[in-house]
Nanobody, 123 residues
Framework: QVQLVESGGGLVQAGGSLRLSCAAS????????MGWFRQAPGKEREFVAA????????YYEDSVKGRFTISRDNAENTVYLQMNSLKPEDTAVYYC????????????????WGQGTQVTVSS
Protein backbone atom coordinates (compact mmCIF):
# COMPACT_ATOMS: atom_id res chain seq x y z
CA GLN A 1 0.00 0.00 0.00
CA VAL A 2 1.37 3.36 -1.06
CA GLN A 3 1.65 5.98 1.62
CA LEU A 4 2.95 9.51 1.08
CA VAL A 5 3.43 11.63 4.19
CA GLU A 6 3.92 15.36 3.73
CA SER A 7 5.60 17.53 6.34
CA GLY A 8 7.54 20.75 6.77
CA GLY A 9 4.79 23.31 6.45
CA GLY A 10 4.30 26.20 8.82
CA LEU A 11 3.71 29.90 9.22
CA VAL A 12 6.25 32.18 7.55
CA GLN A 13 6.43 35.82 6.62
CA ALA A 14 6.39 36.93 3.00
CA GLY A 15 9.85 36.58 1.52
CA GLY A 16 10.70 33.66 3.76
CA SER A 17 11.50 30.04 2.95
CA LEU A 18 10.27 26.58 3.80
CA ARG A 19 11.28 23.08 2.73
CA LEU A 20 8.54 20.52 2.40
CA SER A 21 9.18 16.79 2.57
CA CYS A 22 7.21 13.87 1.16
CA ALA A 23 8.25 10.56 2.69
CA ALA A 24 7.16 7.58 0.64
CA SER A 25 6.46 3.99 1.64
CA UNK A 26 5.14 1.25 -0.62
CA UNK A 27 6.58 3.18 -3.57
CA UNK A 28 10.17 3.77 -4.67
CA UNK A 29 10.34 7.43 -5.68
CA UNK A 30 13.22 6.93 -8.13
CA UNK A 31 10.95 4.70 -10.21
CA UNK A 32 8.10 7.19 -10.49
CA UNK A 33 7.42 10.72 -11.62
CA MET A 34 6.66 12.61 -8.44
CA GLY A 35 5.05 15.97 -7.92
CA TRP A 36 3.59 18.53 -5.58
CA PHE A 37 0.11 20.00 -5.63
CA ARG A 38 -1.55 22.63 -3.47
CA GLN A 39 -5.06 23.61 -2.54
CA ALA A 40 -5.92 27.03 -1.20
CA PRO A 41 -9.17 27.69 0.69
CA GLY A 42 -12.11 27.81 -1.69
CA LYS A 43 -10.00 26.82 -4.68
CA GLU A 44 -9.38 23.63 -6.60
CA ARG A 45 -6.21 21.64 -6.10
CA GLU A 46 -3.52 22.73 -8.56
CA PHE A 47 -0.23 21.42 -9.87
CA VAL A 48 2.92 23.04 -8.46
CA ALA A 49 6.00 21.05 -9.48
CA ALA A 50 7.14 17.65 -10.71
CA UNK A 51 10.32 15.65 -11.13
CA UNK A 52 10.65 12.87 -13.67
CA UNK A 53 11.42 9.31 -12.61
CA UNK A 54 14.92 9.67 -14.07
CA UNK A 55 15.48 12.84 -12.13
CA UNK A 56 16.60 14.49 -15.31
CA UNK A 57 13.63 16.78 -15.80
CA UNK A 58 11.71 19.11 -13.57
CA TYR A 59 8.53 21.04 -14.25
CA TYR A 60 6.95 24.02 -12.51
CA GLU A 61 3.75 25.96 -12.54
CA ASP A 62 4.47 29.42 -13.90
CA SER A 63 3.86 31.32 -10.67
CA VAL A 64 6.51 29.34 -8.76
CA LYS A 65 9.24 29.20 -11.41
CA GLY A 66 12.48 30.61 -10.08
CA ARG A 67 11.24 30.43 -6.47
CA PHE A 68 10.51 26.72 -5.87
CA THR A 69 12.79 23.76 -6.46
CA ILE A 70 11.72 20.12 -6.46
CA SER A 71 14.26 17.43 -5.68
CA ARG A 72 14.46 13.94 -4.26
CA ASP A 73 16.73 11.83 -2.10
CA ASN A 74 16.71 8.25 -3.34
CA ALA A 75 18.40 6.94 -0.20
CA GLU A 76 15.72 8.51 1.97
CA ASN A 77 12.95 7.70 -0.54
CA THR A 78 11.76 11.26 -0.06
CA VAL A 79 10.77 14.11 -2.36
CA TYR A 80 11.36 17.72 -1.36
CA LEU A 81 10.01 21.10 -2.32
CA GLN A 82 12.25 24.02 -1.45
CA MET A 83 10.16 27.18 -1.43
CA ASN A 84 11.89 30.55 -1.40
CA SER A 85 10.61 34.11 -1.69
CA LEU A 86 7.24 32.97 -0.44
CA LYS A 87 4.20 35.11 -1.13
CA PRO A 88 0.81 35.26 0.61
CA GLU A 89 -0.74 33.66 -2.48
CA ASP A 90 1.37 30.55 -1.82
CA THR A 91 -0.78 29.89 1.25
CA ALA A 92 -2.34 26.44 0.80
CA VAL A 93 -2.24 22.84 1.88
CA TYR A 94 0.51 21.10 -0.07
CA TYR A 95 0.31 17.47 -1.19
CA CYS A 96 2.58 15.10 -3.06
CA UNK A 97 1.60 12.43 -5.57
CA UNK A 98 3.01 10.18 -8.25
CA UNK A 99 1.69 9.99 -11.79
CA UNK A 100 2.37 10.47 -15.49
CA UNK A 101 3.59 13.81 -16.78
CA UNK A 102 1.55 15.21 -19.66
CA UNK A 103 2.51 18.50 -21.30
CA UNK A 104 4.70 19.38 -18.35
CA UNK A 105 2.02 18.76 -15.74
CA UNK A 106 1.91 15.74 -13.47
CA UNK A 107 -1.41 13.93 -13.60
CA UNK A 108 -2.10 12.59 -10.11
CA UNK A 109 -2.41 8.85 -9.82
CA UNK A 110 -5.63 7.24 -8.62
CA UNK A 111 -5.99 6.71 -4.92
CA UNK A 112 -6.44 8.79 -1.86
CA TRP A 113 -4.38 11.85 -1.07
CA GLY A 114 -2.26 12.21 2.03
CA GLN A 115 -3.08 14.61 4.81
CA GLY A 116 -0.97 17.35 3.25
CA THR A 117 1.01 20.01 5.05
CA GLN A 118 -0.27 23.53 5.68
CA VAL A 119 1.77 26.47 4.44
CA THR A 120 0.68 29.90 5.58
CA VAL A 121 2.46 33.02 4.35
CA SER A 122 1.70 36.26 6.14
CA SER A 123 2.07 39.64 4.49
Amino acid sequence: QVQLVESGGGLVQAGGSLRLSCAASGLIVRNYNMGWFRQAPGKEREFVAAISWSGGSTYYEDSVKGRFTISRDNAENTVYLQMNSLKPEDTAVYYCKSGPIVAGILQPSFGSWGQGTQVTVSS
